[in-house]
């Protein structure tokens, strides 16, 4: 048997026509303009020159809708916001995309075993009520700064803590690991701090106490957690009155080159699902092959269009395969809907085909086939061969050889004994053989 495929180009079109007439062509991407909402979970470094507003103002100003609640009370830990009302009742009123979470700016910087008691089970239990309500919200950890110039009321218990670098060393290893335990994403705002202070000292980043920040330091961290939450650059966003033109371009390109610098270590997952196939028509029954050219997807779900039941797809060896196969009753119009599917993310894509087969005589000029099939002696002789490459896929989908078509025959004979689908293409037009 053997397939033909229609071009992804909608200009090739007119070249296929002595192979099949195609009534109406709708595509569909389900990506549209959305509201963000976060939750921010902190204490006075969050409420200090309003930071939820600022980061709304950020993203306002690039287009962005974003919609921000918080629960910052001065002092307040992880302990205690995991029994606080107003602090649970947030995380349950909606289901939120991100949570920031902020610890009180010095304990995560203390001793490794103190924070391994008295940090991460209440960020633990804040995660796990964050997902309970919805497994969709990331939390998002606000790694702070280390204070200018170290946590002297501490220092005398825990030296390492005694200058500003120090302390932002041991934020950031505590603040990566509550990322890692938790399956969670880091806005790395302390670190943004530490390339503004290296870059450019002259800019202040705190306020008076030199723990606080000052209106570059709050707008620093909009920028950072734009930057984290957008994957984007918030070059050219709103700046407060206070930040002075160049200090403004410091800031967020510092934070954004933060952010990028170390994607993996902060955990953040920038990849977008994508849905997207090819439908392959066979021509002595109404079925039907699909290539799936879905990315970063975990899972697919098919759609075929007349009234059957859904098949979802899942990925063999991590990937999702490249094939899907359909009966349909009859020939017609259908609309093939395929959603591509990535945690809690999703993209659908809908083509609208009338499949008419309009000369079988025309189709079988142009047609591949293959002796002996099945194959004996691991050759594999071709018919008509067209000058292009080939790939041969098993029924998994995993393309298993490949090489160029004009070497004929093909040796096989390091194939394992199965079945597997010879593909090649002569122009716009696939060839697929079973």
């Given at each position: 048997?053997?397939?033909?495929?229609?071009?992804?180009?909608?200009?090739?079109?007119?070249?296929?026509?002595?192979?099949?007439?195609?009534?109406?062509?709708?595509?569909?991407?389900?990506?549209?303009?959305?509201?963000?909402?976060?939750?921010?979970?902190?204490?006075?470094?969050?409420?200090?020159?309003?930071?939820?507003?600022?980061?709304?103002?950020?993203?306002?100003?690039?287009?962005?809708?974003?919609?921000?609640?918080?629960?910052?009370?001065?002092?307040?830990?992880?302990?205690?916001?995991?029994?606080?009302?107003?602090?649970?009742?947030?995380?349950?009123s909606?289901?939120?995309?991100?949570?920031?979470?902020?610890?009180?700016?010095?304990?995560?910087?203390?001793?490794?075993?103190?924070?391994?008691?008295d940090?991460?089970?209440?960020?633990?239990?804040?995660?796990?009520?964050?997902?309970?309500?919805?497994?969709?919200?990331?939390?998002?950890?606000?790694?702070?700064?280390?204070?200018?110039?170290?946590?002297?009321?501490?220092?005398?218990?825990?030296p390492?803590?005694?200058?500003y670098?120090?302390?932002?060393?041991?934020?950031?290893?505590?603040?990566?690991?509550?990322?890692?335990?938790?399956?969670?994403?880091?806005?790395?705002?302390?670190?943004?701090?530490?390339?503004?202070?290296?870059?450019?000292?002259?800019?202040?980043?705190?306020?008076?106490?030199?723990?606080?920040?000052?209106?570059?330091?709050?707008?620093?961290?909009?920028?950072?957690?734009?930057?984290?939450?957008?994957?984007?650059?918030?070059?050219?966003?709103?700046?407060?009155?206070?930040v002075?033109?160049?200090?403004?371009?410091?800031?967020?390109?510092?934070?954004?080159?933060?952010?990028?610098?170390?994607?993996?270590?902060?955990?953040?997952?920038?990849?977008?699902?994508?849905?997207?196939?090819?439908?392959?028509?066979?021509?002595k029954?109404?079925?039907?092959?699909?290539?799936?050219?879905?990315?970063n997807?975990?899972?697919?779900?098919?759609?075929?269009?007349?009234?059957?039941?859904?098949?979802?797809?899942?990925?063999?060896?991590?990937?999702?395969?490249?094939?899907m196969?359909?009966?349909?009753?009859?020939?017609?119009?259908?609309?093939?809907?395929?959603?591509?599917?990535?945690?809690?993310?999703?993209?659908?894509?809908?083509?609208?085909?009338?499949?008419?087969?309009?000369?079988?005589?025309?189709?079988?000029?142009?047609?591949?086939?293959?002796?002996?099939?099945?194959?004996?002696?691991?050759?594999?002789?071709?018919?008509?061969?067209?000058?292009?490459?080939?790939r041969i896929?098993?029924?998994?989908?995993?393309?298993?050889?490949?090489?160029?078509?004009?070497?004929?025959?093909?040796?096989?004979?390091?194939?394992?004994?199965g079945?597997?689908?010879?593909?090649?293409?002569?122009?716009?037009?696939?060839?697929?053989?079973?």
């Open positions: 048997m053997f397939y033909v495929s229609l071009s992804k180009k909608l200009c090739c079109m007119n070249k296929l026509n002595f192979l099949f007439s195609f009534v109406g062509l709708l595509i569909v991407n389900l990506s549209i303009c959305q509201t963000t909402t976060v939750l921010f979970i902190g204490n006075s470094y969050i409420y200090t020159n309003d930071l939820p507003e600022m980061f709304v103002q950020v993203a306002a100003s690039k287009g962005k809708t974003v919609e921000v609640e918080s629960s910052a009370p001065g002092g307040y830990t992880f302990e205690n916001h995991s029994t606080n009302a107003t602090t649970l009742s947030l995380i349950s909606r289901d939120w995309d991100f949570v920031v979470l902020q610890e009180q700016s010095q304990m995560p910087s203390f001793p490794p075993s103190q924070v391994e008691s940090v991460y089970p209440y960020a633990e239990t804040l995660c796990d009520l964050i997902r309970t309500n919805s497994r969709c919200t990331i939390p998002l950890f606000f790694m702070t700064w280390g204070r200018k110039n170290g946590d002297s009321d501490n220092c005398q218990f825990y390492p803590i005694c200058t670098l120090g302390m932002q060393w041991r934020l950031r290893q505590s603040y990566v690991e509550m990322a890692e335990d938790n399956d969670a994403w880091v806005a790395p705002v302390g670190m943004a701090y530490k390339s503004v202070i290296t870059s450019n000292p002259e800019i202040e980043l705190f306020s008076g106490d030199e723990s606080h920040p000052s209106v570059c330091g709050t707008y620093l961290a909009a920028c950072t957690f734009y930057s984290v939450i957008f994957n984007e650059t918030p070059v050219g966003a709103y700046k407060p009155t206070q002075s033109d160049d200090q403004a371009v410091v800031i967020q390109n510092a934070a954004w080159n933060v952010v990028m610098d170390s994607l993996n270590i902060w955990r953040i997952d920038t990849t977008t699902v994508r849905a997207d196939f090819e439908p392959v028509f066979l021509t029954t109404v079925a039907a092959q699909f290539e799936n050219y879905s990315e997807a975990d899972s697919c779900l098919w759609d075929f269009g007349d009234g059957s039941e859904p098949v979802m797809q899942y990925p063999i060896n991590n990937q999702i395969y490249d094939w196969y359909h009966t349909y009753p009859e020939e017609a119009e259908y609309n093939i809907c395929l959603t591509a599917y990535k945690g809690c993310a999703e993209d659908m894509i809908c083509k609208a085909r009338f499949i008419y087969i309009s000369s079988k005589q025309e189709i079988e000029k142009e047609v591949l086939s293959v002796y002996p099939n099945p194959v004996e002696n691991g050759v594999l002789n071709l018919v008509n061969p067209i000058r292009s490459s080939y896929i098993d029924i998994s989908g995993k393309i298993v050889f490949e090489g160029n078509i004009s070497n004929n025959p093909i040796n096989v004979s390091s194939l394992k004994a079945i597997y689908f010879l593909k090649c293409e002569k122009q716009n037009i696939k060839f697929i053989v079973k």
